[in-house]
């Protein structure tokens, strides 16, 4: 019998991740990865922050999905470079496929390059892309108990982005809560309520991400 050990494959997957970061740092782009469950708001978080951030060069973006093409699509009709990952029934991105869609990109090109990860609160935390920090975002409708449920993929992103937020008033959704979670297991982790739809929160972001970027 053959035993592949899973601790060797994210060894493997750290080495690809440490070269990743290498690239995107000589070429000067700064890495976000997005996470968070599908229907959550990674797209439109996405697509609302081109419109704030400040871009000298540009931005782009690496789109995971199981199939189809539709986010990838709906970037690249509002002009954003897009390259789309099919992971063909894989529910996490990996170093090695940000490795392979990252050469069809001319990153000197770009400032800022988003990865919007598979639609999975589980294990995308468990893989090191070579970003440059990680949002997970939690959106009214999923509850307010995820940061329990969930504590890996909190505890490895440096910010929280609770999207939606113009759902408060019809969910039982403590905002409050969220935070007091997050004290405890990430405590520097700033919690951003956002809503795409207002426009509530994405300016905090994009400062945020300002000046996370030329702390670099
Ligand atoms: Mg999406
Ligand atoms: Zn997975």
Redesign the pocket.
Known sequence: MKIVAAKKILKANDQLAEENRHRFHAAGVFVINVLGSPGGGKTTLIEALHGRLPIKRGLAVIEGDLAGTIDADRLAARGIAAVQIATEG???LDANMVSAASRELELEKYDWLFIEN?G?L???AGFDLGEDLRLVLLSVPEGDDKVIKYPTVFQSSQAVIITKADLLPHFEFQVERVRQDLRKLNPNAPVFCTSAKTGEGIEEIATWLANAATGR
């Open positions: 894989i529910c996490h598979v999975n589980v294990c995308p």
